[in-house]
């Protein structure tokens, strides 16, 4: 790996985007937040506010009615709702993930079609990859889709869909050819209301809960042959160029719910008192607090860096995105849990938010990749 070092340099607009998203989301979103994970029911509320205030899908370009905004203005807003509420960034985040093939390898009639709705908010996408027996080696899917005339009809099943149920529509990816492996492999538009096409009870989960997570189902779901996103036998390449812009998405979610915390025990170190002063004044409650921020600092830079390359379309962006993710996705684990332990009993209860900060961020260890698989990908990088 020959490495790059992307220089990045936040805007005054970067910086009012953080003002903006940050008041919306301490005003509408955070109170919203402990019913949200206790009813684990999707914020319709949350949406119709981040659509009031065009925040739904800030990455749609120009051309396509959206507002253009550069890679790290959309990791500044996943950021900021994930500090607040980390089922409510996958607002955002699932329509980033469900609309980025189509960005990056779908014709131009086909984004002039449906880029503009995501743009207002009056659709919202999902990604459709894994299966149940095609996780972390996603090649092994088996869902088809048959060529039938001027229409493909695809049968099979997703697993672990995100938003699934709410998403009006689905990025899916089906073989074609079952002989080409990976590449013979092709990229989907689906409709909710496609006949054929159904969904599963929502899953039970340790956390994220107010994103509903579901198996989608295929039997014999008929959808038009313009529906495919590129050329057949693509679908697999643009999978994983996919992931690579989305992934910092996941850095930046992970990066939000560790600031959370940090934030949520600072506050309360220094209210607390314990053998006649704050708990802050203690050297070990300090030096915990001081790891703790050096930690989210660390992952919010990687995550910058990660999307500069990006924006740039550097030649390491593969290695630079895995890293921004495995590390903030770590450190948010790291951190939330530290922030349990500084409440003490407390934190270990519903009343405070770290316990459910420290649920969330768990997932980021494990989605778009599991931290074994970005090692595994990042590894290569360095080998080549």
């Given amino acids: 790996m020959n490495p790059g070092y992307d220089i990045y340099g936040l805007t005054e607009e970067h910086e009012l985007l953080r003002k903006s998203i940050r008041e919306l989301s301490e005003d ?25 205030n065009d925040m739904t899908a800030i990455h749609v370009p120009e051309a396509y009615g959206g507002a253009g905004a550069d890679k790290i203005a959309s990791c500044i807003v996943v950021e900021e709702v994930a500090r607040v509420c980390a089922s409510s960034s996958l607002i955002p985040m699932g329509n980033k993930l469900g ?46 889709a048959v060529a039938d005339g001027d229409t493909f009809v695809l049968n099979g099943s997703k697993m672990w869909i995100t938003n699934a149920g709410v998403s009006t529509h689905y990025t899916v ?14 990229a989907f538009v689906v409709h909710a209301d496609d006949p054929g096409f159904s969904w599963g009870e929502k899953e039970r989960k340790l956390g994220i809960k107010g994103s509903p997570t579901r198996e989608i189902y295929f039997d014999d779901c008929t959808i038009p042959a313009d529906r495919m996103i590129g050329e057949p036998g693509t679908g697999f390449k643009t999978a994983l160029k996919t992931l690579d812009h989305t992934r910092l998405a996941i850095g930046a979610q ?26 802050s004044e203690f050297q070990g409650v300090q030096f915990m607090l001081a790891d703790m921020a050096m930690a989210v600092e660390a992952a919010r830079q990687l995550v910058y860096v990660a999307a500069a390359t990006a924006e740039r379309g550097g030649a390491d962006m593969t290695f630079k995105s895995s890293a921004a993710k495995c590390f903030a996705s770590d450190t948010a684990m790291s951190v939330t849990t530290d922030a349990v332990q500084l409440f003490g009993g407390y934190g270990f209860t519903q009343d405070f938010p770290v ?25 290569r990088q360095v080998l080549k």
């Avoid at 494990?366 to 590894?379: C, F, H, K, S, W």
């Fill in 355 to 379: 316990e459910r900060m420290m649920r969330d961020a768990k997932i980021t260890q494990i989605y778009e990749g599991t931290n074994q698989i970005q090692r595994m990908v990042m590894a």
């Fill in 254 to 279: 992970a990066v939000g719910i560790a600031q959370g915390a940090l934030d949520a025990a600072v506050g309360y170190v220094k209210e607390r008192r314990q053998f006649g002063k704050a708990v």
């Fill in 173 to 186: 990816m089906a073989v074609t050819d079952p002989s080409a492996g990976a590449r013979g492999i092709s």
């Fill in 28 to 52: 509408v979103i955070a109170p919203r937040a402990a019913e949200i994970d206790a009813k684990a029911e999707f914020p319709t509320d949350v949406y119709a506010a981040l659509k009031a």
């Fill in 99 to 144: 609309t980025m093939g189509m960005i990056l390898s779908g014709s131009e009639e086909m984004k002039h079609r449906y880029l503009p709705d995501v743009a207002s908010g009056e659709s919202f996408w999902s990604y459709a990859l894994s299966e149940r027996e095609a996780g972390s080696d996603a090649a092994a899917m088996k869902t088809r």
